[in-house]
């Protein structure tokens, strides 16, 4: 595709840079620097894992309502 675009200075004398020492064309050098900054600014995939904590009470949760009833009554036996 060919398009017009206006460079910052520092970007302009990294794409310059680029094409001379690699012997490229302009819009090759821009793309090379485009693409790196594509990659480095994705980021790494990590595996999600679920952190749980001991809260001390066991509930069977399979009964929301008596899960729920469970846990006000436990709200209610603690100190304020």
Same mark, same amino acid.
């Given at each position: 595709? &060919?398009?017009?675009?206006?460079?910052?200075?520092?970007?302009?004398?990294?794409?310059?840079?680029?094409?001379? %020492?690699?012997?490229?064309? !302009?819009?090759?050098?821009? #793309? %090379?620097?485009? $693409?790196?900054?594509?990659? $480095?600014?994705?980021?790494?995939? &990590?595996?999600? &894992?679920?952190?749980?904590?001991? !809260?001390?009470?066991?509930?069977?949760?399979? #009964?929301?309502?008596?899960?729920? %009833?469970?846990?006000?009554?436990?709200?209610?036996?603690?100190? $304020?």
């Amino acid at each position: 595709m &060919r398009t017009t675009i206006r460079l910052d200075d520092d970007v302009a004398a990294a794409a310059e840079r680029l094409r001379r %020492e690699r012997h490229i064309g !302009l819009g090759e050098a821009v #793309n %090379e620097l485009a $693409r790196a900054g594509l990659h $480095r600014g994705a980021p790494a995939e &990590r595996r999600y &894992r679920q952190r749980t904590a001991d !809260l001390g009470l066991r509930i069977d949760v399979s #009964n929301v309502a008596e899960a729920l %009833e469970l846990l006000d009554e436990a709200d209610l036996d603690a100190p $304020r």
